[in-house]
């Protein structure tokens, strides 16, 4: 059986290991493959019987060229590039991932959130230049320092990532506020949830954790954010699109928003005439929230047993039954 990995690098640059996989079959791995040249993907999958994806995407025209998949495994949660209801007609299970990152997803919402109250980077930098040995005072400092305690801490979307990053607040002193429409009673244990206006209207910091549906999407908007309080903090390491950009870029200039932290935003890799780079006090890093070594073994780990699963002829994981 031939198993191809489309684009393995980011899942593993060389820190894991693929000998669980390459256990399972004769395996190939590329670092990259085109996203938009259908013809390269085509050609790379051949006659693979199992394809291993994280975004390259598989089309109906991948599907149909290729007659001897059997099954796509998705090294990640979300699986909107495999055309999942194609591949239910021609009997291809797809599977996901469905939890790897809650603890390192959550952790990089707070890191982003403490780096804009604190700027522990710039300042260290400072030091290293020679700034506080030029000094005339004990210290200094180059923005507005900002405690958390008592604060307000708004997160919409309180699954797991939601609920852990509302944990973390909690023990930073911070009052958790949580807007979802699946209410449960661990997120009460962490938050006093609430209607999204209200939410938005008393929130000193607002966090998206929420995944992007038609409902979500440009969530956070140019009315949104006329509700929230002058100086509000936003952090989005979930999907870009529930930003509508230029309203929130237009925010921070006026400084309606005070500082946002963004770990995705709606076309990645970021498009050069994003006006999110360009704005004030945006803090902007490469989607890296999953990252950390343990998370992305988890990925391995998981992906390891769907495919045995697919073998045994139990499919677990499957998101197109």
């Not at 090294?75 to 790897?100: E, Q």
């Not at 990152?101 to 290293?128: K, N, P, R």
């Not at 801490?153 to 990053?165: A, K």
């Amino acid at each position: 059986m031939r198993i191809v990995i489309l684009d393995g690098y980011t899942e593993n640059p060389g820190d894991l290991s693929w000998e669980a996989l390459a256990a399972l079959g004769e395996l190939k791995v590329y670092d990259r493959t085109s996203l938009s040249d259908e013809q390269e993907i085509i050609d790379r999958i051949g006659d693979a019987e199992v394809v291993i994806t994280n975004k390259t995407p598989i089309t109906a025209n991948v599907l149909d060229a290729c007659p001897s998949i059997r099954y796509i495994a998705v090294l990640a949660t979300g699986y909107n590039i495999v055309d999942v209801a194609y591949a239910r007609k021609k009997g291809i299970s797809v599977s996901n991932v469905p939890t790897y990152g809650t603890a390192s997803v959550a952790q990089f919402a707070i890191a982003m959130l403490l780096e804009i109250c604190h700027h522990v980077a710039d300042h260290s930098e400072s030091v290293h230049r020679g700034d506080w040995e030029k000094c005339p005072d004990f210290c200094y400092w180059h923005y507005p320092l900002i405690e958390l305690d008592h604060k307000v801490m708004g997160i919409i979307g309180f699954g797991r990532i939601g609920q852990q990053t509302g944990r973390i607040a909690k023990a930073l002193g911070m009052k958790i506020l949580a807007y979802d429409k699946n209410e449960s009673e661990s997120g009460r244990q962490i938050a006093e949830y609430t209607d999204l206006d209200t939410l938005l209207r008393t929130s000193d910091v607002i966090a998206l954790h929420c995944p992007l549906f038609p409902d979500t999407k440009e969530i956070i908007n140019a009315a949104a954010i006329e509700k929230m309080k002058d100086g509000v903090i936003i952090l989005n390491n979930s999907r870009g699109p529930l930003v509508a950009e230029q309203d929130l870029a237009d925010a921070l200039n006026s400084g309606k928003v005070y500082a946002a932290g963004l770990d995705v935003v709606s076309s990645e890799p970021i498009k050069g005439d994003n006006p999110l780079l360009k704005a004030k006090n945006c803090y902007i890093t490469p989607h890296i929230s999953w990252a950390p070594k343990e998370s992305r073994q988890r990925i391995m780990d998981c992906t390891v047993e769907n495919v045995k699963a697919y073998l045994s002829g139990k499919p677990v994981n499957v998101v197109n039954p």
